[in-house]
């Protein structure tokens, strides 16, 4: 977290290829005292290298896209989507991570792809949300040693196979701050899950949860 962390009225940054875009780049910073649209402009290149992005998209001055897979047809982000946290796409594995129109993602987000994540549109991610279709490490303890070996660089060779299963979130959901979604989880259309929340489960639709392990509350509308 730092200064330009932000709620959704925070500066996000459309893609810098007219004069008005560039303009409002300018004048964004000159306004706020700081150069966080240099920021945007890196983030910008380095969703446009790594990702298929709609040209209609918006970037917060932290937002960062990393695919360790060749190609980047494997990120798909959709009309009007405002990214202001990180999604990445592992490269142990096949990971397709589509975001579907008008979705808000916050600061400090994470979003980790395997398999498949979903994330259906007017969805809202509120900052410090994690989301992730796998295990991160293997649970057989030399596995997990060898994993360490390998990300810090003291050997090489392809990371150990991790658990992996798909994400679905629907429409019209919201995700509460520093809520986590684990893998294999279906996420039903308008539903809510509570802050800090820990979501191991399928949620119907209309419904909030809250708690760890994340439990029916109420329907909401």
Not at 11 to 30: E, F, Q
Not at 129 to 134: G, L, R, S
Request: with cysteine.
């Amino acid at each position: 977290m730092n200064k330009l962390h932000a709620f959704a009225s925070g500066p996000v940054y459309p893609l810098p290829n007219t004069l008005k875009n560039r303009l409002i780049y300018i004048y964004r910073s000159l306004r706020s005292g700081y150069s966080p649209s240099f920021d945007a402009i890196k983030s910008w290149r380095q969703f446009n290298k790594y990702s298929v992005i709609s040209s209609s998209a918006l970037l917060g001055p932290n937002a960062w896209c990393i695919n360790c897979k060749p190609g980047k047809g494997n990120i798909l982000i959709d009309e009007r989507v405002v990214c202001r946290g990180l999604i990445r796409v592992e490269s142990y594995g096949e990971g397709k991570l589509v975001v579907y129109p008008d979705v808000y993602i916050g600061d400090d987000s994470l979003i980790s792809c395997v398999e498949s994540i979903e994330i259906g549109s007017m969805t809202l991610i509120a900052h410090g949300v994690q989301i992730f279709d796998n295990d991160s490490h293997p649970l057989n303890s030399q596995e997990r040693d060898r994993d360490y070996m390998i990300i810090s660089g003291q050997t090489s060779g392809a990371r150990p196979k991790v658990n992996s299963a798909p994400i679905k979130i629907g429409s019209h959901v919201w995700l509460g701050f520093n809520s986590i979604i684990t893998k294999g989880v279906t996420i039903g259309d308008r539903s809510i899950v509570a802050a800090g929340s820990v979501v191991t489960k399928d949620i119907a639709p209309n419904t909030l949860v809250a708690g760890n392990p994340a439990r029916y509350i109420r329907e909401v509308e």
